[in-house]
């Protein structure tokens, strides 16, 4: 299978051939699959449609089971469609050179002042 590729801000979806065997089940909060939240903005990166995905836990690493199409939203970015099969779910790193330590990306909005 060619890998499938999907982003949303600093969000990624690959898409799997199967679950690890020792995944734990998510259960929605609210209504909805939270996927990832922002540190500065407390936005969230999350799946409304509960009755079309299960969502999975190993290690700390997301795994979504899709059944049927379903749509990722967030409140600054384009909704995106992930298609029925197994997603697994990442947070773009970077690494500080610096510091010599790796980091999940996020990014600071500022207001443009005129």
Known sequence: MEPILKVQGDVYFVKTEELPSWVKLVTPRGGRYV???GEATG???AI???????LYEVNGTLYLKVDNPV???HEEHKPIN???GIWRVGIQREYDYFEL???NVYH???PIRD
Do not use: G, M
Request: charged share 30%.
């Open 71 to 73: 749509t990722v939203v």
């Open 108 to 110: 600071i909005v500022r």
């Open 101 to 103: 330590v790796y980091r």
């Open 82 to 84: 992930l298609e029925p």
């Open 48 to 54: 409304e449609d509960t009755e079309n995905v299960t």
């Open 35 to 37: 996927l990832a939240r």
């Open 43 to 45: 936005h969230a990166h």
